[in-house]
């Protein structure tokens, strides 16, 4: 016969508070309720819900993400919920326009790495494996009756208060239906899989809190919320695909370690804070260090250094560094640069954009405006149109290269 192995759950109050400390913008009902539970060795289920509208997890997944890889080595149940459905509608969180509908092939498609990518940091097997679910399994099986019953548990006043919506009737931009709902679906995640909380970044606190909302009224308990700081450039805007300016879990060690070297100075110690398991102790000396006039460079090594190799590993983040030298010290190409053959006439914008150099066509365009783009031992390459008659290499932005064949 065999028996369950029973999970147990980790109650020193240093590791409970770290985890509700560090990289935390805000937690739902408060700190107090959620650390009481834990030290109370209660096993608690907390979920992050990702919708698939892009085919790869970026760094602004990873924070979330890390937050319920700490939950989960506490002896917790941590889940990873693709949002299938709601992806097909799209988060209207922070656009000021509606976003474009996808297919149900679209966001499955999407979402074939996701599972791959974040056994980086969750743990899918062993007794305290991670879970991961697919909000299709119920909101896909809503009949219009019971939609309208959810919708009940909500108010068109409560949805208006969100900022993106006032912005929206100010700017004279329309707000439909579907985009109202889209808080109330996601919501409805919390109630379905009955879990104790959510993590997710701070620009999810009011989807979040929808679902608290929609927990305390169907399931008839308190649901807590965790809302992890952001990632956010010098403008204030949160890194991510929309902003062209993400580190994606695709990219090589050398593409994510240059990502990491463009950010600006300002992001070093908050990317240190949020993004890597370097002590606080440890961040507060660099800061000071660079108050005292430490170069910024060294402290961005380290951190493109911890973020690679959480990802690729310490060999491959230190070959990383390596190439960066040769690169950017010594003039030389890296070793690893990325080769492909391509038919003569075949545009520069279609092969940087399949071979994800760049983001998509306006992203080269821009580039190209910026005179960013150049063939290395020649001219910068002004026109959108630049097409290949022959073998070449091209750098891209600061620290992107490609040697293109012609077969």
Request: proline content about 3%.
């Amino acid at each position: 016969m065999f028996w369950k192995r029973k999970i147990t759950t980790v109650t020193d109050p240093a590791r409970i508070d770290a985890f509700l400390d560090r990289g935390i913008e805000n937690v739902y009902p408060n700190k107090e309720f959620v650390r009481a539970k834990m030290l109370r060795g209660e096993r608690l289920s907390m979920f992050l819900g990702i919708d698939p509208t892009g085919p790869t997890l970026h760094l602004g997944h990873v924070i979330p993400i890390k937050k319920l890889q700490e939950f989960q080595q506490l002896g917790h149940q941590a889940i990873l919920l693709i949002g299938d459905f709601t992806g097909m509608i799209g988060d209207p969180t922070d656009k000021s326009a509606t976003r474009k509908k996808l297919t149900r092939e679209q966001v499955l498609s999407n979402a074939s790495l996701y599972k791959q990518q974040a056994a980086k940091f969750l743990d899918f097997t062993g007794p305290n494996k991670a879970l991961i679910k697919y909000n299709n399994d119920w909101l896909g099986k809503m009949n219009f009756a019971e939609v309208l019953e959810l919708a009940s548990l909500m108010t068109v006043d409560q949805m208006l208060k969100r900022d993106m919506f006032q912005k929206r009737i100010e700017e004279g931009n329309p707000i439909y239906i579907h985009e109202f709902l889209y808080p109330l679906l996601q919501g409805y995640d919390s109630v379905a899989m009955n879990v104790d909380g959510e993590v997710g970044g701070n620009d999810q606190t009011f989807n979040m809190l929808a679902g608290r909302d929609l927990v305390k009224a169907i399931n008839k308990k308190e649901k807590f919320v965790i809302a992890s700081k952001l990632l956010v450039d010098s403008t204030g805007k949160k890194m991510g695909k929309t902003e062209g300016n993400m580190v994606s879990l695709n990219q090589t060690a050398d593409q994510m370690f240059g990502s990491v070297l463009s950010w600006s100075d300002g992001l070093i110690i908050p990317g240190l804070e949020i993004c890597t398991n370097i002590s606080l102790d440890e961040i507060r000396v660099i800061e000071n260090k660079m108050k005292e006039g430490m170069n910024p460079r060294d402290a961005k090594v380290l951190l493109a250094k911890e973020i690679v190799g959480m990802y690729h590993g310490k060999e491959a983040a230190d070959k990383a560094e390596q190439n960066f030298i040769k690169t950017f010290k010594e003039g030389a190409l890296p070793e690893d640069v990325q080769t492909v053959a391509v038919a003569k006439g075949e545009k520069l914008v279609d092969i940087l954009v399949k071979e994800k150099l760049v983001e998509s066509k306006s992203d080269f365009r821009r580039l190209i405006e910026g005179n960013a783009v150049s063939v290395i031992g020649g001219d910068v390459i002004t026109s959108p149109d630049y097409s290949i008659d022959g073998p070449v290499k091209i750098k891209v932005g600061k620290r992107r290269f490609i040697s293109i064949e012609v077969r």
